[in-house]
């Protein structure tokens, strides 16, 4: 069965060119099927039943699993069978018609447009660090990329001149997303100092070294930007969040806020539909004259 896996691993990096890191979550919650089917002495992936999984499922949720962590097992035990299917090893698809226990559904955390232009309208000193760390907050908020997709980021993915920046997403999708003005006047103002680092390669964010930034240092940089101008957490994800938030509740536009952020199911957007609401309802509680009641009104 490990044999197999492995084998489906290396379809998905060479074939999908899945990211390594959604090749690790899958690898990793495939190895819990496989540790399930070794203590239930299950030879190979044709003898997994759908009682069986069912069985495994509830045992990880009791342990504390959560349903999106469970819904995502499933997802990868489905197209490990889709490939075992197509090669010819497996006939059937234990996940199949088998749904994750349901949770709490956790809305994503935002920035208010107030918090948001606090954040990135301070003062910005005139130096290497202060300018590309003020580039990247702009970029994360202006075109609402991914940790990942910003990282990755190199110089001929920029056009400036016409406010756009091609990404390459989850699956290796591209897509060309719009660049603000504020954004681009940072990413000038950044790209001015980039070479004092004499850069190693063609990445857009460098260290003093000349090194690409990796995730890390990114996620410590906009910490501290969160804490220094904001007195809060804030992680670049919640940077994409609430562009995709602000821009819903500004176009109500959902479709066009799904191409931009990249979703494959526009099911995985409609989150942001119910942030919008809650802010509707926010402002018709403290707004409307008979939104509230006193204790004792009948």
Same mark, same amino acid.
């Given at each position: 069965?490990?044999?197999? !896996? ?8 060479? #074939? ?6 959604? !090749? ?17 002495? !299950? ?9 069986? %999984?069912?069985? &495994? @499922?509830?045992?990880?949720? +009791? +342990? ?8 995502? %097992? ?22 199949? /018609?088998?749904?994750? $226990? ?14 948001? %232009?606090?954040? &990135? #309208? ?14 990247i907050l702009e970029l994360f908020y202006s075109s609402g990329l991914r940790l990942s997709e910003l990282t990755s980021l190199n110089l001929e993915q920029l056009d400036l001149a016409?406010?756009? @920046? ?11 997303? $719009?660049? /603000? ?17 004499? $850069? ?13 930034? /990796? $995730?890390?240092?990114? +996620? ?8 220094? #101008? !904001? /007195? ?42 119910? %942030? ?23």
């Open positions: 069965m490990r044999e197999r !896996l492995e084998a489906y691993c290396t379809h998905l990096r060479s #074939e999908r060119q899945v990211s390594a890191h959604t !090749l690790d979550a899958y690898r990793r919650d495939l190895l819990k099927v496989v540790g399930f089917c070794e203590k239930e002495q !299950l030879a190979s992936w044709d003898a997994l039943t759908i009682q069986q %999984l069912r069985r &495994l @499922v509830a045992r990880l949720h +009791q +342990q504390g699993q959560s349903s999106r962590s469970l819904a995502r %097992l499933l997802s990868a035990v489905r197209g490990l069978y889709r490939y075992l299917n197509r090669e010819g090893i497996c006939s059937h698809d234990p996940a199949n /018609g088998l749904a994750a $226990p349901k949770g709490e559904r956790r809305l994503p955390k935002t920035l208010d447009t107030d918090r948001a %232009l606090q954040l &990135l #309208e301070g003062a910005v000193e005139d130096d290497f660090l202060a300018h590309r760390d003020q580039a016409d406010g756009l @920046v091609q990404v390459h997403g989850k699956g290796s999708k591209t897509r060309v997303l $719009p660049v /603000g003005r504020k954004a681009r006047a940072a990413l000038e103002q950044w790209l001015a100092l980039r070479g004092m680092s004499n $850069p190693i390669d063609d990445a857009v964010f460098v260290s003093q070294q000349g090194r690409r930034l /990796g $995730p890390r240092a990114i +996620q410590v940089r906009v910490k501290a930007a969160g804490e220094r #101008e !904001l /007195g809060q957490n804030l992680h670049p994800h919640m940077l994409r969040h609430s562009f995709a938030s602000h821009l819903l509740e500004s176009s109500q536009d959902l479709r066009a806020v799904q191409e931009m952020l990249g979703h494959a199911d526009i099911a995985t957007t409609q989150i942001y539909t119910h %942030l919008d609401f809650q802010h509707l309802a926010s402002v018709y509680d403290s707004a409307h004259p008979r939104a509230k009641r006193k204790g004792g009104d009948s």
